[in-house]
């Protein structure tokens, strides 16, 4: 019966169909020029925002950062429940990447081609945003007020449009330091303690314009090696009075253990980073396990810097507020200043929203930061230094000594730029209020 | 039973047999046409599914290369390699500084940094070779968290802590004036690299069936199953450890050159311990020493974190709780899987599916069996994920 059809006819017939069906089935070519589709306002509804933010909610680095989201969520909360922006509540998005480069492409790919988010507001770490920030800029997605202070978020917005950096950055911070060193202890012999990446780097750049001379060690470690023995003795060693110490939390505790094993009793000077007495102070007695207890008072004395007024000052208005929203909106557990610096920065994203105007576009929101960044008022010290040449953050800090978990303000708040830009005094961000509302009251731009 | 069984063999005993006859007598012919309906069902897969899906599938094809080659250093050689992570990370630097440098081929660099991990797979292969069970994971522990630290020593060329950022290749326009004609889609990075993953995987996948079914791969299993009946038959060891390791290493460096372009940037903490764990629970859970096992286990690791995570935020969990979520339903299923199906998810149900088959071929017609069922009745089934096909 088969023979009736002879076995090559078969083949070319089949082989023609399978040609017919492929070249059908698809376009068969290009049609001539493409409508250009806008995809501005991806996230925006009538009546929602969405927005999301990568953190370490598990893993190494997890103690302190992963109560960051828990802050700006109780904040939006606040802001939606009196009525969101415009008519329009946020809708807040967090995604763990456990401090993992790899992780944050997956959930950064989730957050932006599968939640079609507005904005990124808040990702955290600058190993991990790395690894997003080319694509987020690539696909046109805001990437606003990034939790890191690593120059890279704001000093070259040609190459990066869509990112915004927020806090002070390193180098910044590393100037107010040099200067401080310089001007109250210019006979003392400066230690160096550093993490071994931009932060360290960046910071010790921003040291060395003031007090290169006088630097005469520098140890520097890596973040996950838990032993730093041999830099604390390296310090110890070259008999110094002052280290300045740009760590995190976690490497704040072990130099203070080690330094307490060795007798070693210098003055400490900490970052801003690494220098909350609650984190810091549980963290050394979780390490020691239990031998010190009261950790927080091992760091009286030490001297760090500040830009945000954190819940050791319960009389500041910015606090009575984060107090306020936490009370109302937020979940377990008590106030900390890293639930404040979400809180501050889910404040700023209401402003840019608000800037943004009743209809805001992706480009829209970017464009009113540079804008009217730095003109906004906010719970920092200092003003922003938004601009369309610089996407940088907060241009100032004061330096504080810590005292019975409380910080002491040394200095005015002291304001400058990366560079060879000269430090001023000025007070005037730090006299900021937040309205009574609660929620800020922005005009539209343009 | 018996009955249909036997009828429904006997309705279409033409395909099925000839099919049994080809992967008997030309692996290389069956092989190749799996691989050609797997490329089908590649491409449908991607033109199919949105940009996410794409960029999920990518993750999943690093996975799939990297636990097919240890499904096959583990499965059928035997070496228990804790350091696959770290042979991901060298292909990955490699290919993130070739990148960098913008002047080869993507194909080329991605072939080169294979080579580099095959070298690399050598000089610990080597060494590896006179370790046994136990010694040989110590020792690609060590890699695993040595690699990592050497980036960080050499922070100047290898980004330190910070890592590498991969430029990933634009998409040339052939590439996407083919795949818009026959779909009408266009080629984002993201499918583009998607793309990349799967053909190597095709190409990595049928080329280990392939060293599987031949002589190196029956030496690989002869070593495994007993050293001194091996090297009695005249199996040089050391050898042949070797090469299965290196062959492996290999397909790290593959997968590894798939995850840079995929995540974006090749950075210490993108390769460590957890890598490698979570590779080898992979491969176990799929079904050790098989390929098919290795996919299965590559798209447990891609899908269901994120999948457990929504469903947690779904059912009113917090981010924190959410987030907590995945870990701990991955490590139930290994749990559940080492105890209720000890061979992996493959292995037990090849396993089931042969109990039955052979108890059709022996109530019924066994002149009617064809000659792949009998051969595979004949052969003990004393190691469920012994055959790699």
């Known amino acids: 019966m088969t023979r009736g059809i002879p076995r090559r006819v078969a083949v070319a017939v089949s082989v023609l169909t399978v040609g017919a069906l492929v070249a059908s089935c698809g376009a068969g070519g290009r049609p001539e020029g493409e409508g250009e589709s806008s995809a501005s306002d991806v996230g925006v509804t009538e009546n929602s925002v969405k927005v999301g933010a990568h953190f370490p909610l598990t893993g190494v680095a997890a103690p302190g950062y992963s109560e960051i989201p828990t802050g700006a969520r109780a904040y939006f909360d606040f802001v939606n429940a009196n009525g969101g922006v415009d008519g329009r509540r946020i809708r807040y998005i967090v995604k763990d990447d456990a401090y993992n480069p790899t992780n944050t492409s997956q959930v950064t790919n989730e957050l932006v081609l599968q939640d079609e988010i507005f904005a990124m507001v808040g990702g955290l770490g600058t190993p991990t945003h790395s690894a997003v920030v080319d694509f987020l800029n690539q696909e046109e997605v805001p990437d606003l007020f990034v939790s890191s202070g690593s120059l890279q978020w704001g000093d070259d917005p040609e190459a990066k449009p869509y990112t915004f950096g927020w806090q002070p950055d390193y180098e910044l911070e590393g100037k107010v330091i040099g200067q401080w060193v310089a001007q109250n202890m210019p006979d003392a012999r400066v230690g160096l303690f550093l993490q071994d990446d931009d932060f360290g780097e960046d910071g010790e750049k921003g040291v060395r314009r003031y007090i290169d001379d006088q630097i005469v060690a520098v140890e520097r470690y890596t973040s996950g090696n838990t032993d730093v023995a041999p830099q604390v003795a390296g310090l110890a060693a070259a008999n110094v009075d002052i280290v300045l110490g740009f760590t995190t939390p976690s490497y704040t505790a072990l130099s203070q253990l080690v330094a307490l094993k060795l007798n070693f009793k210098p003055q400490w000077f900490y970052s801003n980073v690494g220098s909350d007495p609650a984190l810091v102070g549980s963290l050394l007695a979780q390490f020691s396990e239990g031998a010190v207890r009261d950790g927080g008072s091992l760091l009286d004395g030490v001297l760090t810097t500040e830009y945000l007024a954190g819940v050791d000052a319960p009389d500041d208005p910015w606090v009575q507020l984060w107090q306020r929203v936490w009370d109302q909106h937020g979940g377990e557990g008590q106030l900390t200043n890293y639930r404040i610096y979400g809180m501050a920065q889910a404040y700023t994203f209401v402003q840019a929203l608000q800037a943004a105007g009743p209809n805001p576009t992706r480009d829209g929101i970017v464009n009113a930061l540079e804008q009217i960044g730095s003109e906004l008022e906010g719970p920092p010290l200092a003003a922003y230094r938004y601009s369309e040449n610089s996407h940088m953050g907060v241009e100032g800090l004061q330096v504080s000594r810590l005292e019975g978990g409380a910080a002491e303000p040394l200095t005015p708040v002291l304001v400058s730029d990366i560079g060879d830009a000269p430090i001023e005094e000025d007070d005037s961000g730090a006299q900021d209020t937040p309205p009574e509302s609660g929620i800020p009251e922005v005009e539209p731009v343009g | ?389």
């Open chain 2, 1 to 389: 039973m018996a009955q249909t069984t036997t009828a429904q063999r006997s309705g279409k005993p033409g395909l099925r047999a000839r099919l049994g006859r080809l992967h008997q007598e030309s692996p290389l012919a069956s092989h190749l046409l799996v691989a050609l309906g797997g490329l089908v069902a590649v491409v449908l897969a991607l033109e199919m599914t949105d940009e996410f899906v794409n960029s999920q599938l990518a993750t999943m094809a690093y996975f799939g290369i990297a636990a097919g080659g240890l499904t096959v250093l583990t499965g059928l050689n035997g070496q228990l390699s804790l350091g696959h992570g770290a042979l991901m990370a060298v292909g990955a630097y490699a290919t993130a500084l070739l990148l960098e440098d913008q002047q080869l081929p993507v194909l080329a660099i991605m072939l080169l940094a294979t080579l580099l991990t095959a070298v690399v797979g050598v000089v610990v292969g080597v060494p590896a070779a006179r370790l046994h069970g136990p010694y040989i994971a110590g020792a690609t522990l060590a890699l695993a968290v040595a690699v990592p630290g050497i980036a960080l020593f050499f922070s100047d060329s290898l980004g330190g802590e910070q890592g590498l950022p991969v430029s990933v290749p634009d998409v040339p326009g052939w590439f996407s004036d083919v795949v818009f004609f026959l779909s009408a889609n266009e080629t984002s990075t993201s499918k583009y690299v998607a793309y990349l993953g799967w053909g190597s995987v095709l190409l990595t996948f049928l080329l280990l069936a392939n060293l599987a079914r031949s002589r190196v791969g029956r030496t690989w299993r002869a070593v495994r199953d007993d050293e001194v009946a091996a090297e009695l038959a005249g199996i040089r060891l050391g050898r042949t450890r070797v090469l299965a390791f290196v062959v492996s290493a290999a397909c790290a460096g593959l997968a590894g050159a798939v995850l840079a372009m995929v995540v974006r940037i090749a950075a210490p903490s993108g390769f460590t311990l957890t890598l490698s764990l979570g590779l080898l629970t992979g491969v176990v859970l799929g079904g050790l020493g098989t390929l098919s096992g290795a996919l299965i286990g590559a798209a447990l690791l891609t899908f269901l974190p994120p999948l457990f995570t929504d469903i947690g935020l779904g059912a009113g969990l917090s981010d924190l709780q959410a987030a907590e979520l995945a870990p701990l339903v991955y490590g139930l299923t290994l749990v559940f899987v080492i105890l209720l199906a000890p061979a992996g998810i493959v292995g037990t149900l090849r396993e089931r599916w042969r109990r039955r088959r052979d108890r059709g071929a022996d109530d019924g017609a066994p002149e009617h069996s064809p000659p792949a069922a009998s051969s595979s009745a004949a052969r003990p089934h004393n190691h469920p994920g012994g055959n790699s096909d």
